[in-house]
């Protein structure tokens, strides 16, 4: 028996990340850069957590 799918994402790549805020992707890769917003970076891309995103809109 394999595990349910998540109903919500746990991390999203940058672009993603600006659709799921609205902020722009020039906006977001500054904050990152800034240290303002963690991410880890997998495989080439740099993924942001749902809870930092959520931190950072609220």
Known sequence: MHAAA???KIAYTVD???IATGLSRRKLY???SDG???YSQR???RLIRADALQ???N
């Open 6 to 8: 998540p109903t919500h």
């Open 16 to 18: 993603e990340a600006a």
């Open 30 to 32: 500054y904050l990152m």
């Open 36 to 38: 303002a917003l963690p």
């Open 43 to 45: 495989a080439g891309r």
């Open 55 to 57: 931190a950072l809109v």
